[in-house]
């Protein structure tokens, strides 16, 4: 069993793995889209070449540049992730799906599936919006500014964080909840002993 406290506590920091993905992610997608810019000529008739409409190449290249720069910088993440994700989509259906997983699409499955874990997981403690109190799920339970009951990894992750709920679940074997508002507890309630 995963020791979500300890973690939060200065272990094993989830916030710093959070941070690395987002840093990998989003300067991938910031060279990919820089190299699009720099020749889209040659970017709009590749593009055009697949069906897509004219000036299509200059669209994903101003998306993948700027996507990842909201994604390195941890702002609009959910936007940047979806969006990000369904030009990996495209990608692998319209250019290297047939050429197979190994030397195919490996990297755009990857991009794909952690740009959807960046867009649900939200962008951290360690980001532009998690130095505005909207970190997401996981800076709601380890490290987010959620008051020092929730917010300094007095809880274990659950849905919708407690920044967006009020109540920050304890794990099972804490006995107890505690009630957060404005990023102040303000209240510990005990539960009964079964």
Not at 11 to 32: D, N
Not at 79 to 106: H, N, R, T, W
Not at 138 to 160: D, F, L, Q, T, Y
Request: with cysteine; net charge negative; hydrophobic share 45%.
């Amino acid at each position: 069993m995963y020791d979500w406290k300890s973690c939060c506590r200065g272990g094993m920091h989830p916030q710093i793995g959070l941070l690395l993905l987002r840093i990998g992610v989003g300067v991938i997608f910031i060279a990919h889209g820089w190299m699009k810019l720099q020749n889209l000529a040659a970017t709009n008739a590749f593009m055009a070449s697949l069906g897509l409409p004219n000036g299509w190449g200059t669209f994903m290249g101003l998306l993948e540049l700027f996507g990842g720069i909201a994604i390195l910088l941890g702002t609009y993440v959910g936007i940047a992730g979806l969006l990000l994700a369904a030009d990996m989509l495209g990608a692998i259906l319209l250019v290297k799906g047939s050429k197979g997983l190994i030397g195919g699409y490996e990297l755009e499955l990857l991009l794909l599936l952690a740009s959807l874990a960046i867009a649900k997981l939200g962008p951290g403690t360690y980001s532009y919006d998690g130095k505005r109190g909207m970190g997401g799920i996981v800076a709601g339970c380890c490290g987010g500014s959620c008051g020092e009951g929730c917010g300094n990894g007095a809880c274990g992750p659950m849905e919708g964080g407690c920044c967006d709920s009020g109540m920050c679940e304890m794990p099972s074997e804490d006995e107890h909840m505690v009630l957060v508002e404005d990023g102040e507890v303000v209240a510990v309630v005990e539960e009964p002993k079964a």
